[in-house]
């Protein structure tokens, strides 16, 4: 008996599971940033060590904390006076550094992505993957508390995306190419399962399509290149 088509929320609920199964090796470093202060670290410190937005850094500190590494304590430091809002200070729970970060993919979740995919027709799984990445696209922006607020420019919005794509293990950044803007992402967070199924190069896609439009506007995305197509980089043209 053929099996049945998988529906859209099965299908985002599959990426997504392989979306959050992949960390960023930036948050192991901001893991041991934190080990290394026992008065613990605020977003802003984390932020200007490792030169990246705020959020982008908060986010990483709130994941830590979700999974039981980090804990949060709000209040000023001894002799900083009693000036200003207290901080809001990420501490690690143990003197043991644990670096059992969730950084790895669950083979289980990538086989169980690998036959949603196959029982979708290419072009409609296309379709609904770059869909998928809209929507957590734009989740991603609103997370970051941005939403709504006036960019300087469409060019600080790309930047802010291609921090947010960092924080997702892609690896990314912004640049100008003539009059085009791109995002390039030296990192897949899929790894093989991107090779064995170039369709999420399109959930890639959408989550660029999704953040933009959220922090500036209508914006088209496309795909210029893709590692899982044999490129040294994947590169996403994005046009406001």
């Known amino acids: 008996m053929a099996a049945s088509p998988l529906s859209p929320t099965d299908f985002s609920s599959a990426v997504s599971a392989i979306t959050a199964a992949f960390g960023d090796p930036t ?8 080990h290394g202060h026992p008065d613990g670290v605020t977003a802003g410190e984390v932020a200007e060590h490792f030169d990246l937005h705020p959020n982008v850094a908060r986010h990483h500190l709130d994941k830590l904390t979700a999974g039981g590494h980090l804990e949060v304590h709000v209040g000023r430091l001894p002799g900083a006076g009693g000036a200003g809002r207290p901080s809001k200070r990420y501490l690690t ?8 970060l969730p950084i790895r993919h669950d083979a289980l979740l990538v086989t169980l992505l690998g036959k949603a995919l196959s029982m979708i027709p290419p072009a409609d799984a296309e379709v609904m993957a770059e869909e998928v990445g809209a929507d957590y696209g734009r989740r991603m922006a609103e997370a970051m508390g941005e939403a709504g607020e006036v960019q300087r420019s469409f060019r600080t919005a790309l930047q802010a995306v291609a921090d947010a794509l960092s924080a997702h293990g892609f690896a990314a950044h912004a640049e100008a190419d003539g009059n085009a803007l791109r995002i390039v992402s030296d ?7 991107a090779i064995e199924h170039p369709v999420l190069c399109a959930v890639d896609r ?12 209508d914006a088209t995305t496309s795909t210029e290149s893709s590692r899982a197509t044999g490129a040294t980089t994947c590169v996403t043209c994005v046009e406001g």
Do not use: K, N, Q, W
């Open 187 to 193: 990192h897949c967070p899929f790894g093989d399962a």
């Open 93 to 100: 729970r143990s003197d043991e550094v644990a670096l059992d």
């Open 206 to 217: 959408g989550m660029v399509r999704g953040m933009v439009e959220t922090l500036y506007g």
């Open 27 to 34: 948050r192991r470093e901001i893991y041991l940033f934190a």
